[in-house]
């Protein structure tokens, strides 16, 4: 892999699928304004974990993404939210299947620092939110009303399946980041509602280590997509094995993508280590961003942008 060349760093994704000409906008700004927020940290010399933390955050308050407000509906009509904070020494929590709270990102930072356990669900993890003084908000302060219209509209459907979401411009994208900071450090997060009209206690791939993030010395990974093909694959880790196997950071991003393909599954990519950084997607799109050290900001949508 050769020496270590970059000394800082962050990459963010807010979703591959199929987004809409009008919607491409507002999905580059909020990828660009999450990096610009955990870049101006790293710089100034923070951590990994607090730049992953506050980027993740951002874009959970932004209604354009499927995370926190602006999440997909299930199919009893409720919001549940899954995320993940990791960071390079193996340290990570994890929520899924949580109601009720506005930045689970938050929430799975707490479950890393203040408990045993590396994941909570459910009515467990809004107990947990509660001990920690972590406030809950109202379900319809995370919904917009273009999840109430596309909750009533499946509803109607004679047949829906999920994957449809990440194919057709329907969807919204899961959200991810990675960052490198100046002590050597790497720290992954990623934040989702799911999949639309997603039956009520479906977990995807987001909470899952190895499978919507993964991060260890080597580097870290963040995916995007339809999270039942993601686990099957284990496609963040096999992200990182792939930087263990010699392939440079875009070649492991792009072979994880395509052993995605290969279970039939739709979704991307982000990955950060010393080396560089690698991204990856087999949808029309996936929106992202990245600044490597004082260079600058790239933001990307289309295939071409990578």
Not at 203 to 221: H, L, S
């Amino acid at each position: 892999m050769g020496a270590m060349t970059i000394t800082y760093g962050v990459i963010v994704h807010g979703g591959a699928w199929n987004i809409p000409d009008e919607a491409v906008d507002d999905h580059r700004r909020g990828v660009a304004a999450a990096l610009g927020k955990a870049h101006a940290l790293l710089a100034a010399g923070g951590a990994a974990l607090d730049a992953v933390e506050i980027a993740v955050a951002l874009m959970e308050d932004d209604p354009t993404f499927d995370a926190g407000r602006g999440a997909f509906v299930n199919s009893a009509g409720e919001v549940e939210l899954d995320a993940i904070i990791a960071v390079s020494d193996r340290r990570l929590g994890a929520v899924c299947a949580v109601q009720n709270i506005r930045n689970p990102i938050r929430l799975a930072r707490r479950v890393m620092e203040k408990t045993p356990h590396v994941m909570l669900a459910g009515k467990g993890a809004n107990l947990f939110a509660r001990e920690e003084g972590i406030a809950e908000c109202r379900p319809e302060d995370l919904l917009v009303g273009r999840e109430l219209e596309r909750y009533h509209a499946i509803r109607n459907m004679s047949s829906f399946e999920p994957k449809d979401a990440f194919r057709k411009p329907q969807g919204m994208g899961t959200v991810g980041c990675v960052s490198l900071d100046k002590s050597g450090r790497i720290a992954i997060g990623v934040s989702t509602g799911g999949t639309p009209h997603k039956r009520s206690g479906r977990v995807g791939d987001t909470p899952i280590f190895g499978c919507g993030g993964y991060v260890e010395e080597m580097g870290g990974a963040a995916a995007t997509g339809f999270g039942e093909d993601i686990i099957r694959i284990l496609m963040t880790r096999q992200a990182i094995d792939y930087l263990k196997q010699g392939h440079d950071p875009m070649k492991a991003a792009s072979q994880a993508v395509d052993d995605l393909g290969k279970v039939g599954g739709l979704g991307g990519v982000i990955l950060l280590c010393r080396q560089g950084y690698g991204l990856a997607f087999n949808t029309p799109r996936m929106a992202f961003a990245l600044r490597i050290e004082d260079s600058p900001a790239v933001v990307g949508i289309e295939p071409k942008d990578c």
